[in-house]
Antibody, heavy 119, light 109 residues
Framework: QVQLQESGPGLVKPSETLSLTCAVS?????????WGWIRQPPGKGLEWIGS???????YYNPSLKSRVTISVDTSKNQFSLKLSSVTAADTAVYYC????????????WGQGTLVTVSS | EIVMTQSPATLSVSPGERATLSCRAS??????LAWYQQKPGQAPRLLIY???TRATGIPARFSGSGSGTEFTLTISSLQSEDFAVYYC???????????FGQGTKLEIK
């Protein structure tokens, strides 16, 4: 059973960098597939942030590309998100998820973690 | 960017009845479309991918259809646990830029 679990600070100050990690269990990231981040502002819809392959190839939402870095640590079986220069508009529940190919749906999701941007 | 538009925003249906949700893409996405169910405080759950293939463990009352720009999710006989928000998502273009619809809230009539 594949499981994903997000972790990181729940409160980030404006202009700082949001950092989250997604720990994967039940599947080795080194075996393949793609791993992504999606966010959902309170009461709103879903927005794809970006994805990474186990080799390190990354793909980002053009609207966030200048502020996003996604990395993978296969030794720890986890991948991470960094979003710089955050504002209140970045307040959201952040989900990590798996997708089978670069052109694919998301089949397994983490439970999500709320990150609030506030001073 | 491919824009996904779902209708209606809210759908009120009685238990046991059929629900039909629509999703339209601003340009063709072939059959590269998924449907997700989201309940309050939970992560989205994959229902349908490839426009019409049910994900593992999804009951047969859920069905998807369509291709190109027009898609439909049908729930044949609504159960109490089906009342939730439903999102469509396209995954067609390259470089990848996955986009979701704004959601349809399915509520009890």
């Amino acid at each position: 059973q594949v499981q994903l679990q997000e972790s990181g600070p729940g409160l980030v100050k404006p202009s700082e960098t949001l950092s989250l990690t997604c720990a994967v269990s039940g599947y080795s990231i080194s075996s393949g597939y793609y791993w992504g981040w999606i966010r959902q502002p309170p009461g709103k819809g879903l927005e794809w942030i970006g994805s990474i392959y186990h080799s390190g190839s990354t793909y980002y939402n053009p609207s966030l590309k200048s502020r996003v870095t996604i990395s993978v640590d296969t030794s720890k079986n986890q991948f991470s998100l960094k979003l710089s220069s955050v504002t209140a508009a970045d307040t959201a529940v952040y989900y990590c998820a798996r997708h089978l190919g670069i052109i694919s749906h998301f089949d397994y999701w983490g439970q999500g973690t709320l990150v609030t941007v506030s001073s | 960017e491919i824009v996904m538009t779902q209708s209606p925003a809210t759908l009120s249906v009685s238990p046991g009845e059929r629900a039909t949700l629509s999703c339209r893409a601003s340009q063709s996405v072939s059959s590269n479309l998924a449907w997700y169910q989201q309940k309050p405080g939970q992560a989205p759950r994959l229902l349908i991918y490839g426009a019409s293939t049910r994900a593992t463990g999804i009951p047969a009352r859920f069905s998807g259809s369509g291709s190109g720009t027009e898609f439909t999710l049908t729930i044949s006989s609504l159960q109490s646990e089906d009342f939730a928000v439903y999102y469509c998502q396209q995954y067609n273009n390259w470089p990848p830029e996955y986009t979701f619809g704004q959601g349809t809230k399915l509520e009890i009539k």
